[in-house]
């Protein structure tokens, strides 16, 4: 049979029955649109996850004290701890050829006091380095200036929270303030940067890495950033990391190191595995569905059965009558996949337009998925009522009845 | 096209012979017994005759009728059509032998009530992939062969009884096939409608359609060269009240 004249056939049978076929057709279009909003979405977490982690800085290692089992994740502490120090942070920086930057870091919460007004803040220590290896924006003055890490000068650098909060429309620049029980002076306002690995650096101070690790009497840095010279230099740096720590802390290796792109892959697999499970739900949705179209495929056989002896006497083979069938069936099952994948595509499209953080797009890979899983659902389901249309006996089924 | 077997009738020409049934038998099981629907019939139907097939109800005819048809196999013995013998051949090369060689016409007319009575008459050919240019032609053709050009494009639910029999028959030699079963096909006419598809068969039998009809009346088998007479599955007269029957 021609194919043109088999989806001519099948067509006009699928338009007797409108109502019967539109409801078929919504239950895989609403299947299809599930799978493809959530798939969307769990994409355009990926995404925003993978801007979030460009816009901390790039080749990123991060020095962690404290030995972790499993790589990728700060998590819990285990042997004897050493601290890691202002020292092993230059010592890095001095030993290890191909690290470009270091930046130690440690953190408290105070209170930020001027003029009266008082806000809890986050504050963090750490030196003139940090601004380059995490990609800090400066919108007022500057940050804090190049020094002797060890020494820490009473200069703060705040974030645009505590500016707006604090001072309002007062320029803070050279302005004394009060953290905790120190005394500071404000140099420099920071871009907004908004939440980044639980980090907010809007509503936090920077002081002077000495100086925080005495105003909160930390023995232990709370990290190190280090920037390596170039992605390709990773595995080398993280080699000579480790030397230069070992040879530090009686080859104890009591720190941990974490590559930016591990706790890229981490993340990527937990959105990953929740996309898959959600993805996972939805394709049940189109499952059911399947099943409306094997109900539909079964009722139409047994209605047409007459037809069927008609076109078996008339010289339809039997594979002829299989594929009359299954062609309904992948008609409803494409149907429904077209006007799944055009609402999912407009609820994608709307989204984005109101909620422009969100990289929300769609993906060409998950439509190709969702029409194959569509159709395949179609096929699957319709494979049963056609080959009993099929295997109908001739004679009986011209009698109207099998 | 040599027929291997004895001829039924050795007096006619081997290859003019269209139908050839030597000891056909169709047996059914319900439940323990055995009913002979089809007892070891034997006939030949030439090219051109007009037989009517006829018998009280459960005469096994319409079992007969479904052999002959190629919708059934037999249990035993040999179904030749023009030479070519038929019995236990594969479903799909039956359903060919369908497609090319036969045309049904049936009581309840048997046509698609979503489709035009012109569609009804293209569907044998679209399963056999004829192309559309020559569809159109042959629907064309068919359809003023039974007067019903002006009612090509109505459903059959617009159609009379006899102007939906006319349509069928239009279907059923649309692709030229060697016969016509035709069974009871003025069953569900009154006299008048019934009379017009009798007229409509004899005009394509003298065009030289083979015809084996069905039915149990006496005045439509009267119509026909030859009557056949069935009784529990056997043939009982072979010669009614034509002879012959050749056009």
């Not at chain 2, 006619?12 to 269209?18: C, F, K, L, T």
């Amino acid at each position: 049979m021609r194919t043109a004249d088999l989806l001519a056939l099948a067509t006009e049978s699928l338009r007797l029955h409108r109502l019967r076929t539109t409801l078929t057709v919504t239950g895989i279009a609403i299947g299809v649109t599930a799978v493809l909003l959530l798939t969307t979405l769990g994409e355009a977490a990926k995404r925003y996850v993978v801007q979030e982690f460009a816009s901390i800085g790039t080749n990123l290692v991060i020095v962690v004290p404290g030995r972790t089992e499993t790589t990728g994740f700060p998590g819990a502490t285990g042997g004897t701890v050493r601290n890691l120090t202002i020292a092993d942070a230059a010592a890095i920086a001095r030993q290890a050829p191909a690290v470009r930057l270091v930046a130690p870091m440690s953190a408290g919460t105070a209170s930020f006091e001027y003029a009266g007004r008082s806000r809890d803040i986050r504050v963090l220590g750490t030196t003139a380095e940090y601004a380059a290896v995490r990609n800090v924006a400066m919108r007022l003055g500057s940050f804090l200036p190049p020094g002797d890490p060890e020494r820490g000068a009473p200069a703060a650098v705040i974030g645009s929270t505590v500016q707006r909060e604090v001072f309002g429309n007062e320029n803070p620049l050279g302005r004394q303030v009060r953290i905790g029980r120190w005394r500071f002076r404000v140099i420099g306002v920071m871009e907004e940067s908004g939440q980044s690995f639980g980090l907010n650096t809007d509503d936090a101070a920077m002081v002077p890495v000495a100086t925080c690790l005495r105003m909160f009497d930390q023995p232990t840095l709370f990290r190190v950033a280090v920037q390596v010279r170039d992605a390709a230099l990773m595995p080398e740096a993280l080699g000579q990391i480790r030397d230069v720590l070992l040879r530090r802390h009686d080859n104890e290796e009591d720190f941990t190191l974490i590559t930016q792109d591990a706790m890229l892959a981490t993340f990527k697999a937990v959105i990953d595995a929740l996309t898959a499970a959600l993805a996972g739900i939805a394709a049940v949705s189109l499952a059911v569905a399947g099943i409306g179209i094997m109900n539909v495929m079964l009722v139409s056989v047994s209605e047409r059965t007459g037809e069927i002896g008609l076109l078996k006497a008339l010289g339809a083979r039997r594979r002829q009558i299989l594929r009359l069938f299954l062609t309904e069936a992948l008609l409803l099952a494409g149907g429904g996949a077209l006007a799944g994948i055009v609402a999912g595509l407009a609820i994608v499209f709307a989204g984005a337009a109101t909620w422009p953080d969100l990289p929300l797009r769609p993906s060409p890979t998950w439509l190709a998925v969702v029409s194959v899983l569509a159709l395949g659902a179609g096929l699957l389901f319709g494979l049963m009522p056609a080959r009993r249309a099929a295997r109908l006996p001739a004679a009986e089924a011209l009698r109207g009845h099998a | 096209m040599t027929p291997a077997g004895p001829p039924a009738d050795p007096g006619r020409a081997a290859d003019d012979v269209v139908i050839r049934l030597e000891h056909l038998t169709r047996l059914y099981r319900v439940g323990d017994s055995e009913v002979r629907a089809v007892d070891d019939v034997t006939f030949d139907v030439r090219r051109g005759e007009f037989v009517a097939l006829m018998g009280p109800s459960g005469s096994g005819k319409s079992t007969l009728l479904n052999l002959l048809g190629c919708l059934d196999t037999p249990t035993s013995g040999t179904y030749r059509l023009e030479g070519e013998p038929v019995q236990g051949l594969t479903e799909d090369r039956l359903a060919h032998v369908r497609q090319r060689r036969i045309g049904f016409v049936f009581q309840a007319y048997h046509l698609v009530a979503r489709m035009t009575a012109a569609r009804n008459v293209e569907l044998p050919m679209l399963f056999a992939s004829v192309p559309p240019a020559v569809r159109r032609e042959r629907v064309a053709r068919a359809l003023a062969a039974v007067g019903l050009t002006h009612r090509a494009h109505h459903r059959p639910d617009q159609l009379s009884g006899g102007e939906r029999q006319r349509v069928a028959i239009a279907r059923a030699t649309v692709n030229a096939p060697a016969i016509l079963l035709a069974d009871e096909p003025t069953g569900n006419l009154d006299t008048h409608a019934g009379a017009e598809i009798v007229a409509l068969l004899e005009r394509l039998h003298r065009e030289g359609l083979t015809i084996v009809l069905v039915t149990h009346d006496p005045s439509l088998g009267g119509h026909a060269g030859r009557l056949l007479r069935m009784r529990d599955g056997r043939i009982l007269a072979k010669d009614g009240p034509g002879t012959g029957g050749a056009a």
